[in-house]
């Protein structure tokens, strides 16, 4: 661990976010995601016993109008873009950025998202098929370095492989616990030594989860992520009485 910060490292979408209506919205570019309150008082008493970061495929914009509504939850960092953009607070330039003209230039037709910061986002034409293997022959012919990555009907193009893992570790943290439940979390919920999940997570998240002896809840949606940040706080509580982590 080097002496690194110990840190909860939290997901986002799946894990703390659900579609079923809450107490707090997120919107997103055509639905929202919701928080329950009783989800966001659990996350406020677990930052005052441990560093809490989040780590996401969202952008920092999209992410502030999430924080700003938790006022009470104190976060230490905040790994964006699939851990492309790492910062101690949102409002941060980014030491890094990428620029895409290249290939939007190819794709007029196409719809780019606003406010990423290192990656570029995208949609497709309406009725358009198989978009992330038209991008990758794109970026091939036109000899244009990027990783394609396809969330659903958006598809992103990433300077490199990202990983939320090395964002954590840019903020120079290490991921005491992880929540997490998608193939993007993989990297951090292994290096993790506490990991959760939801039932509805990717079987290979729960697989790592399972193996390294953390907790899956057997529950949905916001029930789940409240049972999650509830064994959360208790199992923070315990390392603080046993071990030599210093709360915050």
């Keep these: ?10 997901d986002l979408d799946g894990t703390l976010l659900h ?24 996350l406020a008493d ?23 509504q938790i006022p009470d939850v104190c976060f230490w960092g905040f790994v964006t873009e699939n851990g492309l953009v790492a910062k101690f607070h949102l409002d941060e330039t980014p030491r ?26 995208l949609i497709a034409p309406k009725y358009f098929e ?8 794109i970026l091939f012919e036109n000899d244009i370095t990027g990783y394609v990555y396809l969330d659903g009907h958006k598809i ?20 005491l616990i992880t929540l997490g439940n998608d193939l993007n979390d993989l990297n951090i919920l292994n290096a993790s030594h506490y990991t959760a999940t939801l039932s509805t997570a990717h079987e290979e998240v729960k697989e790592v989860v399972n193996r390294k002896g953390g907790y899956c809840s057997s529950l949905n949606s916001h029930a789940a992520t409240e049972e999650l940040l509830l064994w959360t706080y208790e199992l923070v509580t315990s390392i603080l009485k046993y071990s030599n982590l210093q709360p915050v």
Excluded: H
């Excluded at 890094?96 to 986002?121: D, F, I, K, R």
């Excluded at 992103?156 to 991921?175: A, D, E, N, T, V």
């Design 1 to 10: 661990m080097d002496n690194k910060q110990q840190v909860l490292v939290v």
């Design 46 to 68: 677990i930052s005052k016993l441990i560093p809490i970061v989040i780590a996401t495929a969202r952008n920092a914009q999209n992410v502030k109008q999430l924080v700003q």
């Design 130 to 137: 198989n978009s992330d293997s038209f991008l990758r022959k």
């Design 96 to 121: 890094t950025t990428s620029n895409w003209n290249a290939v939007t230039n190819l794709l007029p037709n196409w719809s780019q998202l606003t406010g990423y910061e290192n990656c570029l986002g």
């Design 19 to 42: 579609p079923e209506p809450e107490a707090i919205a997120v919107p997103g570019r055509v639905s929202y995601r919701y928080l329950s309150q009783k989800s966001a008082n659990l």
């Design 156 to 175: 992103f193009i990433y300077p490199s492989m990202p990983s939320k893992l090395k964002g954590i570790q840019f903020l120079k943290f290490f991921p």
